[in-house]
C-alpha cells in the first residue's frame, strides 16, 4: 500500500513550497517568526519521514528498522524529559530564564519564583526576596520585578506540586503511548494510522492559528483560557478543531481502514484533546515562570512546546485503537 508515502511526499511538498515562499527576502523581512516556524516544521517532518520511510522497508517478511521510530520518540522522550527537569532546578532554569531573554521570548527582569518549602528551610537565603510579588509577577503575564538568582548556600530545586506530577504523567504516558501504538500498527500493517493521528493533531495548531488570526473577537470578547493562554481565542478553538477534523477525515478515509465517521469523530476528539494538551502545557510553563521550554526549535521552543498538542490525544486514541480494531 502506497498511500503512506504519497501523503508523506505531497505533505512535505507543501510544506517545501511554504517554506520556500517564506524564504523570499520580502517575505522573510516581514514575517521573520512565520519563517522560522515554517523552517522547523520543515526539518522535524523531514525527520520523522526519513525515519518512517526506513523503517517501511521489508526484508524477507520483516521490518528490520522500525527501531528508527521507536529511537526517535525515546530521543523525544528523553529531551522532554530534560525540559521538564531543567524546570525544577532553579539554577538551570535562571539560565534558560536568560537565554530567552537573549532572544526576546521572555520579558526582561522576570523574577524566579523560590516554593514555598525552600523559603521555610532557607529563610536566610531569602530576606530581599518578596515572594508574593514575585509569585504574582509570574501568574500575570511576567510583568517586571527583581531578577533573583538561586542562593549560593544550598542546592535550589523546586518541590514538586500535583501540575508538575499531572503533567509529567502525561508527558511519559505520550512517549509510551506513541511507541505501542507504532508497534501495533506495523503488527497490524495499518501503517497509516499513525500518520492521521500525527496530523490530526499537529496540524490543529496551524488550524487554530489561522482561524484565530481571522476570527478572534468577532463573536466572543473573551479568549479561550485568559489566564493560562491570553493568546488563544474560542473562535480559534472552534473554528480550528472543525477544520482539523474535516481534514483529517478526509485523509484518514484514504490511510486508514476507518469509516468516514469514525475518522471525524477520532479526528475531532484529537484535535479538541490537543487544544486541552496546549492548555496543560501552558500552565506548566505560566506555574514555571517561563514563556518557552527551550530553544533548540526556532519559532517554536522546545520540544515540549511541539508536542503539547499530543500528550492527550495520542493515549487515548490508541486505547481506543487498541479496543476497536
Known amino acids: 500500500m502506497m498511500t503512506d508515502r504519497v501523503f508523506i511526499i505531497g505533505l512535505m511538498t507543501v510544506v517545501t513550497l511554504v517554506w520556500g515562499i517564506l524564504a523570499l527576502p520580502r517575505c522573510r523581512q516581514r514575517l521573520p517568526s512565520i519563517y ?14 526519513v525515519c518512517y520511510l526506513i523503517a517501511k522497508i521489508k526484508i524477507n517478511s520483516h521490518y528490520p528498522y522500525q527501531w528508527l521510530l521507536v529511537g526517535l520518540f525515546l530521543l523525544i522522550g528523553l529531551r522532554g524529559s530534560y525540559e521538564i527537569s531543567r524546570l525544577w532546578r532553579l539554577e538551570s532554569k535562571a539560565r534558560l530564564i536568560r537565554k530567552l531573554q537573549a532572544r526576546g521570548l521572555q520579558a526582561n527582569a522576570v523574577a524566579i519564583p523560590y516554593p514555598k518549602k525552600f523559603a521555610i528551610d532557607h529563610p536566610n537565603s531569602l530576606q530581599n526576596h518578596d515572594k508574593n510579588s514575585s509569585q504574582h509577577n509570574y501568574q500575570h503575564n511576567y510583568q517586571h520585578s527583581p ?18 506530577i499531572i503533567f509529567s504523567l502525561a508527558f511519559i504516558t505520550l512517549i509510551i503511548s506513541l511507541i505501542f501504538l507504532q508497534i501495533l500498527t506495523w503488527q497490524r500493517h495499518e501503517y497509516g ?20 488570526k481571522l476570527f478572534k473577537g468577532r463573536w466572543f ?25 474535516l481534514l483529517a477525515a478526509l485523509l484518514g478515509v484514504w490511510l486508514t481502514p476507518f469509516s468516514w465517521w469514525l475518522c471525524l469523530i477520532m479526528a475531532y476528539m484529537l ?7 496546549d492548555l496543560l502545557e501552558s500552565a506548566f510553563k505560566r506555574q514555571h515562570g517561563v514563556k518557552d521550554t527551550g530553544t533548540i526549535l526556532a519559532g517554536h521552543g ?18 481506543l485503537y487498541l479496543l476497536i480494531s
Do not use: H
Not at 36 to 49: D, F, G
Not at 193 to 212: R, T
Open 193 to 212: 494510522v499513525l500518520l492521521f493521528v500525527l496530523f490530526a493533531s499537529q496540524f490543529n495548531d496551524i488550524a487554530q492559528y489561522l482561524c484565530g
Open 271 to 277: 484535535a479538541v484533546l490537543g487544544i486541552a494538551g
Open 302 to 319: 522546545g520540544v515540549l512546546d511541539r508536542i503539547d498538542s499530543l500528550l492527550l490525544g495520542v493515549p487515548l486514541f490508541t486505547l
Open 147 to 164: 531578577q533573583k538568582q538561586p542562593p549560593n548556600n544550598a542546592q535550589a530545586y523546586a518541590y514538586l506540586n500535583a501540575l508538575d
Open 36 to 49: 522560522l516556524i515554517a523552517r522547523s516544521w520543515w526539518w522535524m517532518l523531514a525527520v520523522l519521514s
Open 221 to 245: 470578547k473573551r479568549g479561550l483560557a485568559p489566564r493560562i493562554s491570553p493568546n488563544k481565542s474560542i473562535e480559534g478553538a472552534i473554528f480550528g478543531s472543525l477544520f482539523t477534523a
